[in-house]
């Protein structure tokens, strides 16, 4: 059974920093590429950042670029996004997200699996 369980989230001040930590079970870990998407009230889900099934390879949406950073430990299997910087406007849900490839296409239809997100308040 495939697994991705969030953890990390809560409300901070805008300038502030969190660690967002994605736990995965049930596949092989090390074989697909991972990212976090995220969904603001009232808006569409979006890409924030992926990382290729190779620890090395990362991808970021233009609005977080320089502020976060995505990483993952195929030991621990764990998929993790340090945000720093934050601004009101990161508030939203983030998910953790397994693709069906190996990495290089990011959007929510080549994701395969999902966790159920946490929540990330900034106040101004």
């Known amino acids: 059974q495939v697994q991705l369980v969030e953890s990390g989230g809560g409300l901070v001040q805008a300038g502030g920093s969190l660690r967002l930590s994605c736990v995965v079970s049930g596949f092989a870990f090390s074989s697909y590429g991972m990212a976090w998407f995220r969904q603001a009230p009232g808006k569409e889900r979006e890409f924030v950042g992926g990382?290729?099934?190779?620890?090395?390879?990362?991808v970021y949406a233009d609005s977080v670029k320089g502020r976060f950073t995505i990483s993952r430990d195929n030991a621990k299997n764990t998929v993790d996004l340090q945000m720093n910087s934050l601004k009101p406007e990161d508030t939203a849900v983030y998910y953790c997200?397994?693709?069906?490839?190996?990495?290089?296409?990011?959007?929510?239809?080549?994701?395969?699996?999902w966790g159920k997100g946490t929540l990330v308040t900034v106040s101004s």
């Open positions: 990382v290729a099934w190779s620890t090395s390879i990362t």
């Open positions: 997200a397994r693709s069906r490839y190996r990495g290089g296409r990011w959007y929510s239809s080549d994701m395969e699996y």
